[in-house]
């Protein structure tokens, strides 16, 4: 077996939805329906409003909390933005940053996320890199440059001892909300592994062997035992299945069955 078997970690990232009632019946239903002996990772990401409420119904269970967004500053006249320290104060050890809806529908620059990966990590948060490229990207044969370039620009500056704070998820845009358009689990493994080498050539084999790639675009309880079992598919990242705790929990399941074969048959290395 190897020394480096990767947990699978899945992340649910609840967008802007949800209310009150809606967060704290869907955050109940997983933690019920969770058996605490599993070996996966799993992180709930509500939206702000609700992260208070969300972290203390995960005290005291293995799941984690993390936050879609936030400011690189800990405190100032930054209107409508939150900070990692507040992130922290309210139980968050991970924030998802890259985003594609970020770049292409808010707009961050390569540079500005940057910022916000070293502050993060700087502040205490772990980080979940998103990088991935659109479907015109695809078609003209630039996803090779275009995740490569958003991981070098990502991580740079970033320094060595902080590398096992972060993982990266590849989520091609064409494939997020778009249930006509997944990726094939050949394409999630080919990108991963595309990923994996890139890593390696800016930080070293061994570090690129302990990195956590999550897949996300569409995974649903129907194909997570597909995608979740490539080579070099450490986990997903989750949107519109997250949001009915039956489906997280069937593709939950798809990786404690995709973490036990890995790692009985000493493939995961
Ligand atoms: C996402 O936005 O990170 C995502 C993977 O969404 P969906 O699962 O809905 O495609």
Known sequence: MGTNVRRKTIV????????????????NGIVKGLSPEERVSVILCPPFPYLALVGELLRNTQIQLGAQNMYPANDGAFTGEVSPTMLLDLGCKYVILGHSERRHVLGESDEFINNKVRFALAAGLDVILCVGETLDQRNSKQTEVVIDHQLNSGLANVAEAELLRISVAYEPVWAIGNAEHHATPQQAAEAHAMLRTRFAQIFGKSAAGALTIQYGGSVVPADAAAVLSQPGVDGALIGGASLKAEDFLSILGAAVGCFRNDFESGSYS
């Open 12 to 27: 649910a990232n609840w967008k802007m939805h949800t209310s009150t009632a809606e967060a704290a019946q869907l955050a």
